[in-house]
């Protein structure tokens, strides 16, 4: 087989060590479920490199991060994309907290067990102590055995490649096509490559300049989110103000400016175009929805319209519809269009995200196991609102700095498909280091 090309062209320059290589250095072997390696790399299962495997505890949690000292619990979204997220927990109250047991320390790495079918597995390393957080039943913690043949962050790295990756969803298990999980015992059983220390090492090194790169993206995209929640509360309450605007607000409920929709497709539009909710990104294309489903009785909605799931919307579930209208939605969501003469609806769509907002739709609502918050309740909101001019003045604003995330997060995807594609070769031997 020929040999592969090397990532640089002279390593012996660049780290005063001698290139040349035994003559199993050129040579590949084939391994079941791992594909071609270098002869000389090892092969182990992931049990006999790890001096313990714990689960957490899913402790009740609040919808906000623990601050100041508090304990939270990690959601599944701390490990999911390869980088660890301390901030993705809910604070846990005291009453709460007799059960929590697991925290992850410096040198850990922690893997989502239970999780959709793209993102069970998913792992990161731990790169400090974190006392006061938890892991949930969800997530697990995994120490490497110090006289192991493989480092800690290196086996991280090699949990998240491709190749690894496919096995691992492969092993999963569970009936719902959303959620897979996967039990310690097939974990352990799992085979991972391993070249030498002095090869780990070199890899991780280039693959930890890559993180450093995606985390300062990242710290950036944080602090910019920060910034555009003060300037949302700031703007949208009437604490600042452009200068050019100077006429008084007016108090509104939300039904004077906004009317329910009803209307059903019943084959009279011939609409196929179906829209569900998904946290965080609103009203999306349902490409998991069945091609045969009857659409009679979905709900058609305009461009800028809202829509609702009536009891999770406590917890984000509402989208304004930006793509192109109109578009079908379930039956058992609650849509709404604004009177544009009085309410822009980008306005209303950043209005969603201030206190006065969450505070209404916490205590709206009726029902005793789950909440559920129908139009009726919703239209009771009252709304400090100032003119169409300042509100599309405001809400302009507030779009220039929701783009500029956008524009981060893209930088940041691309260079999550650039480490990726990097870690496929360097972690399989495609490329040498040595």
Same mark, same amino acid.
């Given at each position: ?93 005291? =009453? ?15 893997? =989502? ?36 043949? $493989? ?27 959303? &959620? ?36 300062? *993206? ?38 004077? *400016? ?26 999306? =294309? ?24 009536? &009891? ?30 009085? @309410? ?43 003119? @169409?001019?300042?509100?599309?003045? $405001? ?27 990097? &870690? ?11």
């Amino acid at each position: 087989m020929a040999q592969p090309k090397t990532l640089f062209d002279d390593v012996s320059s660049k780290d005063g060590e001698d290139q040349n290589r035994d003559s199993n250095d050129n040579e590949y072997k084939h391994v079941r479920y791992i594909g071609e390696i270098p002869k000389c790399w090892q092969v182990s299962r992931v049990g006999d490199l790890l001096s313990s495997l714990d689960a957490g505890y899913s402790a009740s949690g609040e919808d906000r991060p623990a601050r100041n000292g508090e304990k939270g619990v990690l959601k599944v979204s701390a490990v999911s994309y390869e980088v660890f997220q301390p901030s993705e927990n809910k604070r846990v109250p005291p =009453s709460n907290q007799d059960d929590l047991k697991t925290s992850p320390r410096k040198g850990d790495l922690v893997i =989502s067990r239970s999780n959709t079918p793209e993102l069970v597995g998913s792992c990161v390393y731990v790169p400090d102590d974190f006392p006061n957080l938890y892991l949930p039943d969800t997530l697990w913690r995994i120490r490497v055995k110090e006289d192991a043949p $493989i480092r800690a962050r290196y086996l991280a790295y090699v949990l998240s490649t491709d190749t690894i990756r496919a096995r691992i969803r492969a092993i999963a298990t569970g009936t719902s096509r959303s &959620m897979k999980k996967i039990a310690m015992r097939t974990f352990r059983r799992l085979k991972v490559p391993i070249p030498s220390l002095e090869e780990q090492r070199r890899i991780a090194r280039i693959l930890a300049t890559c993180d450093r790169a995606i985390q300062q *993206v990242d710290a950036l995209i944080e602090q910019k989110r920060e910034r555009m929640h003060g300037l949302r509360q700031r703007l949208l309450t009437g604490e600042v103000r452009f200068p050019e605007f100077d006429e008084p607000w007016r108090e509104v409920r939300l039904d004077d *400016v906004t009317r329910e929709l009803r209307d059903r497709n019943e084959g009279q539009y011939g609409i196929d175009h179906v829209c569900g909710i998904k946290n965080d990104e609103g009203l999306t =294309s349902d490409t998991d929805r069945d091609a045969s489903s009857d659409l009679s009785k979905y709900k058609v909605i305009p461009q800028d319209a809202f829509a609702y799931n009536p &009891m999770r919307l406590d917890v984000g579930s509402i989208g304004r519809l930006v793509d192109e209208g109109p578009a079908l939605v379930s039956k058992d969501y609650i849509a709404f269009e604004c009177n544009r003469d009085h @309410l822009e609806p980008v306005y209303l769509d950043h209005y969603r995200e201030t206190h006065r907002w969450e505070h209404f739709v916490e205590t709206a609502g009726s029902g005793s196991v789950r909440v559920r918050i129908y139009y009726r309740h919703l239209k009771r909101m009252e709304l400090n609102l100032p003119p @169409l001019p300042e509100q599309r003045k $405001i809400a302009e604003t507030l779009e220039a700095a929701k783009t500029e995330i956008n524009t981060l997060e893209e930088k940041r995807d691309a260079l999550q498909r650039q480490k990726k594609g990097l &870690m496929q070769r360097l972690l399989t031997g495609a490329v040498r280091t040595v």
